[in-house]
């Protein structure tokens, strides 16, 4: 038996063209007689689930599959678990100096020259 599972976290459980090409490279390794269970889940705990019974040349689908979580330990302790071990960032605080008013045109030139300046040197047009 083998298997390949991995989440797409924010996003849905969709194979991605990656995702295809790499389950069909495993497929390409298995005996006659092996099992393959490839799966995708997100933090919604949404599923794609395929399992390829290679012996009976049978594909079955997300349809055909119950998925369930076993042992003692449920999902919700699993999660709360979890989440105590998780920092959650702390947005950033900036500041922002107030710049003078804008009082003159800047220099007549190029709209390179006025983007990445003349020359070797950069240089703001503003602030002359």
């Not at 290679?54 to 330990?73: C, F, P, Q, S």
């Amino acid at each position: 038996m083998r298997m390949q599972g991995h989440s797409h976290v924010n996003m849905s459980v969709s194979p991605s063209g990656v995702d295809s090409g790499h389950r069909e490279k495993i497929l390409d390794q298995l005996d006659a007689d092996m099992f393959y269970i490839f799966m995708i889940w997100n933090k919604r705990l949404d599923t794609h689930t395929l399992i390829y019974d290679m012996a009976n040349n049978v594909l079955y689908e997300d349809g055909d599959i119950t998925v369930k979580i076993a042992g003692d330990d449920s999902l919700d302790a699993f999660m709360a678990d979890a989440g105590e071990k998780v920092q959650k960032k702390k947005p950033a605080v900036y500041r922002v100096k107030a710049k003078r008013a804008r009082t003159e045109a800047p220099p007549r030139g190029s709209i390179w020259d006025h983007v990445y300046g003349r020359g070797c040197g950069l240089y703001d047009p503003y602030e002359l």
